[in-house]
């Protein structure tokens, strides 16, 4: 005979917490915050949700100089280490956090921007159609003559 056994109530409102956080919890919550990343030494690109209040709250592709303009150290910029649901630029020297969409430090009344940024664009060249100059065949004649008369000495020839 087996005899059912009723699980713990705490156990069945655990689960149901849970069952709950996985249905509710947004998806980006989940997520790097952001695609597209890119990070150079020279700039960093993403796209991103606005999370400083600058512009909507949807994504947006921006370009910045990989430069912290608080500690004014190059190259420290880094995609959402603290990971956010929006994404943003964290410098590693100094933890400053900017909008990963709009380049504001994410600190209320601060006057720190990160500095937008354009790749230089990629210019192809035309291809030009150039002819070579072939010489005609010289005159076995006209030849000897041009060569005899590269001599200084010409009293051989009489």
Not at 94 to 107: F, L, N
Not at 126 to 144: A, G, L, R
Request: with cysteine.
């Amino acid at each position: 005979m087996l005899e059912e056994i009723e699980p713990h109530p705490k156990f069945k409102h655990a689960l149901l917490f849970v069952a709950c956080l996985i249905t509710f919890l947004p998806a980006s919550a989940a997520a790097t915050g952001g695609y597209n990343v890119q990070v150079t030494d020279d700039y960093v690109k993403a796209t991103a949700k606005c999370s400083c209040g600058q512009s909507g709250y949807y994504y947006h592709t921006a370009s910045f100089k990989n430069y912290c303009p608080q500690c004014h150290s190059h190259g420290s910029l880094k995609f959402n280490p603290k990971g956010t649901a929006e994404g943003e630029w964290t410098c590693t020297h100094c933890d400053a956090d900017y909008c990963a969409a709009e380049g504001k430090e994410k600190i209320s009344g601060t006057k720190y921007y990160l500095t937008h940024y354009t790749p230089p664009k990629i210019v192809h060249a035309k291809t030009v159609e150039t002819k070579v100059q072939t010489p005609e065949p010289e005159d076995p004649k006209t030849k000897i003559i041009r060569s005899l008369s590269l001599y200084k000495d010409r009293s051989f020839l009489g």
